[in-house]
């Protein structure tokens, strides 16, 4: 791989990370798993002057449960420690139905968490499964830390709300009322391959009853679709085969895909029904092992 | 006592590749492994549009940049006389533009620096002002009266046709037609797809001024064609070229033609006198080089009530992008398009070919096969399954009528092939129980019960391997021979040598085998090597699985012509006449008393030590063998697929395939090249294109957009044979490397069309991609052309 010319620089401390994102003055880019960068450099889309790596900052490569039973994701926390996470299996149905879905295996020894929020592809994974889980990141810039909700954090296509000299240090997912329910199914052509369409599923529940309900898309638009309005719907009810039907097509209304060599809007919108239709019949109390 | 064997490694040992020693240490030797002092880097420019003219190239600043060495336009190029170089199929092709370019990622200008970033970015420093002219992207398009002329720097050269070009009998056929109680018709695209090898093109190009000799390393599946190519077209004296193949990374096909990065390679190292290197990238070589397929078909066949095919006319237009450059045998048009229905006993058949310029890529390789063969079976198969459907008979039924019988060989096909032998009723049964067809129809209707679509389809067809026989076959008069170079030495160890050129197909393995069988000296002790020119024996390379047949019969003729001398000399051994010596694996006896003997170890010996009076001492010999006719393998593939009728996704449940490709040398790699070919067939059967939006850009530069699948979503695939000999090779063995290529794709759709055929689908042209199966399960209506592709992604 040719790159254009760069600086690099690999700070030991996320003060100092920051440090050179502030002097690079919107030329410095942060460096995570690489697993999105590095291509882009390869093919000369980015040509930053400065890339900034910040994999040897210790501490931030953990994902953990506080006592109050939130999720912690650090910033070097891969996908694969997500996939291969007993906790994660037992407690966060939803990452752990996506974490395999991620890329292929040898991308997710190397691609972040976080990293991958932060790149906000349409297409990713990680972005919408934020969405559908109402969390939000911790991010530190020269003025100290501040927390960006995910409902505000993608603003487009590989756009964010981070400033220039900002790095996210933290992907937060608050606890769940009731017990954490939901999945993630993802139309790929082949492993490795983004979403053709990909839904995601957050819901908090008490028995058969929803207490809280997120729903969030990838690859059906021009950013990562958030549905968590439709899927509001649900909040205070039994989940039934017909309020499920309704919802899956609210949200397959919401979705706004365009037709494509993958296929045509009208046929992302039948995936995008049929998948959300998929995982919460998958959630009715008595057809959960 | 007879040596086993296959202890020591000869004709059935599955014996362990023994390049892999190299590769799974990741101490192979490719081409962009090799450092030379002084070498210099060379970069491409290519061109970022489909069609335009060129008004003018500005390259100073790129000559500014401290490092850069040479910058070279199409017009250096040209008052060198080579901006333009010959096709393999008598065509020209550009090498730097110099008028227009006429693809995306067309050749524009070359940038020689002292290292890769520097050459890199000085091509980004070169500014070339484009007129844009509108872009052809199929055949359609370019065969319209008003269409802009792509050749336009070709005198004589008429609209956008390369050719039209027909076979068979036509009155015949159309007799056949009338007399039809039914016909049956259909229309498909079999889809650009790209052969792309792991490793991409390169060359190394070494000229030294002192001694006048061109050293030129490249990733070439013909090294010996490339170095005729130079003499004849630098006209560089051809003693003076060393052309050498390291260690290939995978070539189906990609790495047989010459390449303009090849030749300007060669020219900048003479214009600097130093080393040049070229390395390719991914997307240099996905949108640059030798594509396959691109062919669409109108097929019709004649049928009689009883099931019994009485005629068939296929009429194929095929795009062949900005240039001719097919690689194929230089008297067919249209490759070997004609070997179809080569299996099935039919009186007649007419085929009509047109070849279209468009602004995409030129190549048109023979992707995994011979030259157009992988077309000419799919249009098979798939018209058959048609047919078979149209006529209300049962798909194996069907083709068991029409299949030329066994005793029935030597057969003349419809098109005028001779096929030799085969057993194919046997491997189609053999098939049949390994699926268990007979309990398909209970089986489906169980799945609709519980929602699922399942579908059975089967692909059988033999196939023309091993080009050639001289009397037909030629690249550019050269005709298609090879040859094998034995030396034994006294200790009874050999090297050989063979004018093929191994990427994959385990050469440096089997090579050996067949000496082992030949001579009975263990396996171990052969070294195999291929690929350079000044050593190697002149052959024409390896593809469309022509080493086996052709220079794996030279080795065994070369060894054989060893025994022979051999003999003479344990005659002299063992003080009896010759005609009083027997041979068994690995020694010579005399007839009338078995123990006295000599082994072939001490007959090497003796041919440096101890050789009868008169006798030339050593004990080698060569052979340049020119098949009889080519080899017919046969397939008889079978292939369950569960559609998901909510998102057309659809599951291989189960594949079989029974391949008789005659005498098996090396079962593990035979059975090592059925699965890769089945990988692939499956790659282009569910995923795998390369098209166009309509302002002529690649879709399908990179390996996010050009699919290949990997071990994950591919199926698992049962593996069954049959043996019948080829009755001319001398060991009994057909060309396999292509079969499963060739004959697997219409396996799978066959599958698929079969699980909607209730709905009154008869095809889906390939990629079967999840959204084109939907459509046509919730139409009822066939799906037809490439995928539609939304520009400005
Ligand atoms: C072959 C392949 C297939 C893939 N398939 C998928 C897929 O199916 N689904 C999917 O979702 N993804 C896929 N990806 C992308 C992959 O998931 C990436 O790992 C992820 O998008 C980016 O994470 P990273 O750590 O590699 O980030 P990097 O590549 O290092 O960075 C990506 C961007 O985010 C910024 N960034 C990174 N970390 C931070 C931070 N802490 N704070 C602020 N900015 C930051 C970087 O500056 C850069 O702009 C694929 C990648 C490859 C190579």
Redesign the pocket.
Same mark, same amino acid.
């Given at each position: 791989m040719y790159p254009s010319r760069f600086k690099y620089e690999s700070p030991k401390t996320i003060e100092a990370a920051v440090a050179l994102l502030d002097a690079g003055k919107g030329d410095a880019?942060?460096?995570?798993?690489?697993?999105?960068?590095?291509?882009m450099l390869k093919l000369r889309f980015?040509f930053p002057d400065q890339i900034v790596d910040?994999n040897n900052i210790p501490g931030l490569d953990y994902h953990r449960f506080d006592a109050d039973g939130s999720l912690h994701i650090g910033?070097l926390c891969r996908?694969e420690d997500l996939e291969h996470s007993a906790e994660i299996a037992q407690r966060q149905p939803t990452i752990a139905a996506a974490a395999p879905?991620?890329?292929?295996p040898i991308?997710r020894t190397?691609?972040?968490f976080?990293?991958?929020v932060?790149?906000a592809?349409p297409? =990713? #994974?990680?972005a919408a499964t934020m969405i559908a889980l109402g969390g939000h990141l911790v991010?530190q810039g020269p003025k100290g830390k501040r927390t960006i909700d995910m409902k505000d954090f993608v603003l487009g296509p590989y756009a964010n709300a981070?400033n220039y000299n900002?790095?996210?240090?933290e992907a937060v997912i608050p606890a769940p009322k009731g017990v954490a329910r939901g999945g993630y199914l993802?139309l790929?052509r082949r492993v =490795? #391959?983004?979403?053709t369409a990909s839904v995601a599923v957050a819901l908090d529940m008490d028995g058969n009853r929803v207490l809280r309900a997120g729903i969030a898309l990838?690859g059906v638009g021009g950013k990562t679709i958030d549905a968590n309005e439709e899927a509001s719907a649900l909040v205070g009810h039994d989940l039934t085969e017909s309020i499920i039907d309704t919802v899956a097509a609210a949200v397959a209304a919401k979705a706004e895909p365009r037709t494509d060599h993958r296929g045509s809007s009208d046929y992302k919108r039948q995936i995008v029904k049929t998948f959300v239709k998929r995982i919460l019949v998958a959630q009715i109390a008595e057809k959960v092992a | 006592m007879s040596l086993d064997e296959i202890k020591i490694g000869g004709l059935g040992a599955s014996r362990r590749r023994v390049e892999d020693n190299r590769f799974i240490r990741g101490k192979g030797n490719y081409v962009d492994d090799i450092v030379l002092p002084g070498m210099l880097h060379m970069e491409i420019l290519r061109s970022p549009v489909a069609h335009a003219r060129i008004k003018s190239i500005d390259t100073s600043a790129a000559w500014d940049m401290p490092g850069v060495r040479l910058v070279l336009t199409g017009e250096m190029m040209a008052a060198r006389n080579l901006a333009w170089m010959p096709t393999l199929s008598y065509d020209t092709a550009a090498v730097l533009a110099t008028d227009k370019v006429r693809f995306q990622g067309q050749e524009v200008c070359a940038v020689i620096a002292d290292d890769p970033y520097i050459a890199k970015d000085a091509c980004a420093k070169i500014v070339v002002d484009y007129e844009i002219l509108p872009p052809i992207v199929n055949p359609v398009q370019a065969a319209a009266e008003d269409a802009i002329q792509i050749r336009d720097d070709k005198a004589g050269q008429v609209g956008n046709k390369v050719f039209d070009w027909e076979i068979g009998d036509k009155a015949r056929t159309d007799k056949a037609f009338e007399d039809a109680d039914l016909v049956s018709k259909v229309e498909m695209h079999y889809p650009r797809t790209h052969p792309s090898p792991i490793e991409c093109c390169g060359s190394i190009a070494d000229f030294d001024r002192a001694t006048g000799k061109l050293t030129f390393y490249v990733t070439s599946q013909a090294p010996h064609i490339v170095r005729a190519a130079v003499a004849l077209v630098a006209e560089l004296p051809e003693q003076q070229i060393r052309v050498v193949s390291p260690d290939i990374g995978g070539g189906f096909g990609n790495k047989v033609p010459v390449y303009p990065g090849y030749v300007i390679s060669i020219l900048a190292s003479i214009l600097t006198e130093k080393p040049v290197k070229w390395i390719e990238d991914k997307t240099g070589n996905l949108i640059s080089t030798g594509f396959g397929r691109d062919v669409y078909l109108k097929g019709e066949m004649a049928l009689r009530k009883d099931g019994k095919i009485l005629g068939v006319r296929m009429n194929t237009i095929s795009d062949h992008g900005a240039f001719f450059a097919d690689a194929q045998p230089s008297k067919f048009k249209i490759g070997l398009m004609h070997s179809a229905f080569a299996c099935y006993d039919i009186p007649t058949a007419h085929m009509f070919a047109t070849g279209y310029y468009t602004n995409k890529a030129p190549g048109g390789v023979a992707y995994r096969c011979s030259f157009r063969v992988t077309e000419a079976m799919f249009f098979q198969e798939r018209m058959v399954h048609a047919a078979a459907d149209d006529l209300g008979m049962d798909q194996a039924e069907f083709r068991r009528v029409n299949f030329v019988k066994d005793d029935d060989f030597p057969h003349r096909t419809a098109f005028g092939f001779l096929t030799d032998s085969g057993q194919y009723e046997k491997c189609l049964n053999v098939g049949m129980e390994a699926i268990g067809y007979k309990d398909f129809a209970k089986e489906q209707e169980e799945a609709r019960k519980r929602g699922k679509l399942l579908g059975i389809g089967i692909s059988t067809m033999t196939e023309p391997l091993g080009a050639g026989n001289s009397r037909e076959y030629d690249i550019l008069g050269i005709k298609m021979f090879d040859s094998a170079e034995l030396r034994v030495h006294m200790t009874g160890k050999a090297i050989l040598r063979t004018g093929a050129k191994t990427q994959g197909q385990g050469h440096e393995t089997t090579w050996a085998q067949i000496v082992a069988h030949e001579l009975g000296i263990p396996a171990e002790d052969i070294v195999v090597e291929e690929g350079d020119t000044d050593t190697a024996p002149f052959g024409m390379g390896t593809y469309a699985s022509r080493s086996t047949p052709v220079a794996g019969a030279a080795v065994s003729m070369a060894a054989r012509k060893v025994r022979a001398k051999a003999r003479k000399i344990a005659a002299h051994l063992l003080e009896v006449s010759e005609e009083d010596i027997e041979w068994e694996l690995g020694r010579f006896y005399v007839r009338s008393n078995s123990d006295r003997g000599v082994t072939i170890q001490e007959c090497a010996m003796a041919a440096y030590s101890n050789m009868p009076d008169g006798m030339e001492p050593g004990l080698e010999n060569t052979a340049y063998y020119d098949p009889p006719n080519l080899t017919w393998p046969f397939a008889a593939y079978f292939c369950k697929v569960e559609i998901d009728p909510e998102t057309g996704v659809w599951d291989v449940l189960q594949f079989v395939a029974v391949d008789d490709c005659g005498v098996r040398i090396n079962p593990m790699i035979v059975e090592g090249q059925i699965m890769g070919g089945l990988t692939e067939a499956y790659a282009m059967a569910n995923m795998q294109y390369q098209t166009y939006d309509e302002e002529g850009n690649c879709i399908g530069a990179n390996y996010?957009d050009f699919l290949l699948p990997t071990a994950w979503e591919t199926p698992g695939f049962e593996l069954y044979e049959v043996v019948t000999p080829c009755p001319h090779h001398p060991i009994g063995a057909k060309g396999v490397g292509e079969c499963a290529t060739v004959a697997g794709p219409a396996a799978f759709v066959n599958a698929v069309v079969n699980a909607l055929s209730h709905k009154g689908v008869r095809n889906i042209d390939m990629p079967l991609m999840p959204n084109r199966v939907y459509e046509a399960l919730t139409t009822g209506k066939d799906v037809y052309g490439m995928p539609p592709v939304r520009s400005g992604n």
């Open positions: 880019k942060i460096l995570a798993g690489g697993q999105s960068l590095v291509p980015a910040i910033a996908h879905l991620v890329a292929d991308v190397r691609g972040t976080v990293g991958s932060c790149h592809d297409q =990713g #994974d990680w991010v981070l900002e790095i996210a240090i993802k790929e =490795g #391959d983004f979403a990838a | 996010m």
